[in-house]
């Protein structure tokens, strides 16, 4: 055998052995990219929340097979806004906060899979792809940018959790094929009410002490619009603990429906919107002033939509606003006036009730009232009725109980009054000692009353500051409110609109039998 024949023998048997041990036992073989991203933070660099100044959520809507985008970011004035939503500002910037927070730090505890075409199993697909088919398998897309120059701090798609794993989801940078397992604990609502003030007028039912509703409706005929149902009620209160009285109850059978008026008042108290339309940029000037509308032509039109309406009046060249569904004005002790008036039915998924995304000249236009199609009564179809609001604020200074009056000073004694006797029957006894003791001194009666109406002038100069201080407390309140007011038309659910605006029918129940004899009894004596 020669040296050639021998070594290709020794290479032939290496090769075996390395086949061999291949198989007969284990090996560590080179990891790849993927595999050594394994236990490394998605963004490293991203360690202060306060460094967010945006948040972009993007996610598939099942309902309406649209992709929902929902954001919230500071603008140059330092309001926090919420871009989808016409800019309306955001009261819950501390949930962005927390939201930044939870992002930092995730980590890629585990390799899901390395390829493109297994994003949709893990539902980590972009929702904002361009060529995405299979929308279960879309995940929430989450993005995080400072304030500077618009730089993304992190951007994740978050999927399915993983089965038996709680708190474990799929994970993918959108710029990257691998899908990692990770700990997710991020709460991020969509919603627009969780982001914004929840308490619209800032109104304590405890306060209120006046309610009057205008119910009425407008019927647009060819020939105009026709007001129906025209119906005023007024509950009145003199203090919290007091019960609600009706104008024009008939005691002696009927009484308040205390139900329906808590229902009201609480209504009222935990006022909640549903969406916004913003106002023109001349109404919003007008309002902004504190002046009255006009209603040149491009306001007219633009109130209409919403189902306000302006009517003429007594007055020379003046227009009253109606609504087309009535009226609301709650008075409280502090003086303000709220004005409700409610507008068109507005009928739409939630996201179009929210912003009113709705194409002009299609069937369904903003401000008419939907009709109901076939589509429409199926189980399916999620469309919320909701109501458009108009809300204004003056202030009553006669809601503030009476204006204290000043006491009255007690008038000089004359220079020549001479004491009397106290007792008028007694026998006069010039020179006795006794009768000395009964006279009454005119001089320290008015001593008295001059101490008198020195503590009352000091309890009215009290009173008065007091009463100056709600008043301007009062004017500054209707001052704020009108400022918040009016940028905005407001969406109300339908169930908030019911629960406000009562008649007679709700807000007035029959006696009990034993209660409308015994009325009676008290009536005949």
């Known amino acids: 055998m020669n040296e050639t024949m021998r070594t290709t023998i020794f290479v032939a048997a290496a090769i075996v052995s ?40 993007v996610s598939y809507n099942p309902d309406t097979a649209a992709v929902r985008v929902f954001g919230v970011e500071q603008g140059p004035d330092g309001v926090w806004r919420i871009p989808s ?20 730090g995730i980590k890629r505890d585990q390799l899901a899979g390395p390829r493109k075409n297994e994003h949709a199993q893990f539902g980590v697909l972009d929702p904002l792809g361009e060529n995405v088919s299979d929308f279960k398998g879309v995940g929430n ?17 978050i999927g399915k959790e993983v089965k038996g794993r709680p708190g474990f989801f799929y994970v993918r940078n959108p710029k990257e094929d691998p899908t990692y397992i990770a700990k997710v604990s991020i709460d991020v609502s969509t919603k627009f009410a969780d982001w914004i003030e929840p308490d619209l007028l800032k109104l304590d039912g405890s306060k209120l002490r006046t309610v009057i509703i ?15 149902g025209k119906e005023t009620n007024k509950l009145t209160r003199t203090s919290s603990t ?27 108290d935990d006022l909640k919107i549903v969406g916004v339309r913003p106002k023109g940029e001349r109404l919003k000037k007008r309002l902004q002033d504190d002046k009255a509308i006009v209603p040149d032509d491009r306001t007219r039109i633009e109130m209409q939509e919403m189902g306000f309406f302006f009517i003429p009046t007594r007055e020379r060249r003046a227009m009253a606003m109606i609504s087309q569904e009535g009226d609301m004005f709650a008075t409280t002790d502090q003086g303000v006036v709220y004005d409700l008036h409610f507008g068109s039915v507005f009928s739409g998924s939630e996201e179009e009730v929210e912003a009113g995304f709705i194409k002009q000249g299609d069937d369904e236009k903003k ?8 589509d429409d009564k199926k189980p399916q179809s999620k469309k919320v009725k909701s109501r458009y609001l108009f809300v204004l604020t003056q202030f009553d200074p006669e809601a503030l109980g009476p204006k204290p009056e000043a006491p009255e000073k007690p008038a000089e004694p004359a220079e020549d009054v001479k004491p009397e006797a106290a007792d ?18 005119p001089k320290k009666v008015h001593e008295a009353a001059m101490a008198k109406y020195d503590l009352d002038l000091k309890k009215y100069e009290g009173d008065v500051k007091a009463y100056d201080e709600k008043v301007k407390a009062g004017e500054k309140l209707v001052k704020d409110l009108n400022r918040r ?11 908030s609109f019911e629960n406000l605006r009562q008649g007679r029918q709700t807000l007035v129940k029959a006696k009990a039998a034993e209660k409308a004899a015994d009325q009676g009894q008290k009536k005949d004596e």
């Open 214 to 228: 205008d119910k009425h409706s407008i019927e647009i005929t060819p020939e105009g619009g026709k007001l129906v």
């Open 85 to 104: 939503r016409h800019g309306y500002p955001v009261d819950g910037k501390d949930r962005l906060g927390k939201t930044a927070a939870s992002v930092i």
């Open 367 to 374: 401000g008419d009232e939907k009709k109901e199609s076939e």
């Open 141 to 157: 897309r989450l993005t995080l940018k400072d304030g500077k120059d618009g730089k993304v701090l992190a951007d994740l798609i």
């Open 242 to 268: 007091d019960k609600w009285k009706l104008d024009g109850l008939e005691e002696a059978t009927e009484e308040v429906n205390e139900d329906e008026v808590r229902k009201l008042v609480q209504a009222l």
């Open 485 to 495: 007011f009016a940028d905005w038309y407001y969406v109300i659910s339908g169930d």
């Open 18 to 57: 390395l086949i061999a041990a291949r198989f007969a036992g284990p090996s560590v073989p080179r990891s790849p990219q993927e595999f050594s991203q394994v236990g490394t933070e998605f963004y490293p660099e991203f360690t202060n929340a306060n460094a967010a100044k945006s948040l972009q959520v």
């Open 424 to 441: 008028p029957d007694a026998p006069a006894a010039a020179d006795s000692a006794e009768n000395a003791t009964n006279k009454v001194d």
